[in-house]
């Protein structure tokens, strides 16, 4: 039996882009398509197979060490979007503003897309599901810039719809217009999920 299973879910690309330079900006630049690589996407300042450990997994690693990058990309969905800029009081947020690289549109709660779960493209590119992409000030920032005003109410706003971290598994191609057919794993919730969250 395979450990992955094809699901009845599907989503259109709708916007793809860039992050080119982290330490200036996390504003992203937008592209039609893109040749994906096992490291990323090509121009983005999050590609690599490895990454300096951050305070996401403090409890883990001393900062600054040397792990395996599975956040080579960050995906969002427009309904989320929405909803976040809904609260927010503005008619609309840019993608670019909170360094999208993928936003897609259709299916439902993206942000709690179990982790390890795929989405693959018609190519056959595939990327993997890493976990919530917790909301931070950076978005609020490039917000800000554009919407005097709106930065500080974007955090909260985000929470629970920030979209997830994930990384390439398979390279190839991904274009606006693609249709992303989502896998999931094939095993039940760990029963002890909750205790563990606890402890």
């Not at 810039?145 to 997830?164: I, N």
Request: aromatic fraction near 6%; proline fraction near 8%; hydrophobic fraction near 40%.
């Amino acid at each position: 039996m395979p450990a992955l299973k094809p699901t009845s879910f599907s989503a259109q690309i709708v916007w793809l882009g860039h992050v080119p330079d982290r330490a200036a900006s996390l504003r992203a630049v937008s592209v039609d398509a893109v040749e994906a690589t096992l490291d990323g996407f090509p121009g983005e300042a999050h590609r690599g197979a490895t990454r300096p450990s951050c305070v996401r997994v403090k409890s883990q690693y001393p900062q600054g060490t040397t792990i395996r990058n599975v956040r080579q990309l960050s995906v969002l969905s427009v309904e989320e979007l929405a909803l976040t800029a809904a609260e927010m009081g503005m008619e609309a947020i840019d993608p670019a503003l909170v360094g999208a690289s993928m936003v897609i549109e259709g299916m439902p709660d993206v942000t709690y897309l179990p982790p390890s779960s795929r989405l693959q493209a018609p190519s056959g590119a595939s990327l993997v599901i890493d976990m919530e992409n917790r909301p931070c000030t950076l978005p609020a920032r490039e917000i800000e810039r554009e919407a005097a005003g709106f930065g500080a109410r974007y955090k909260s706003a985000a929470k629970g719809r920030r979209g997830v971290t994930a990384w390439i598994e398979c390279a190839g191609r991904f274009a606006v217009g693609d249709s992303l057919v989502l896998h999931v794993p094939d095993q039940p919730v760990w029963a002890y999920l909750d205790v563990a969250r606890k402890g």
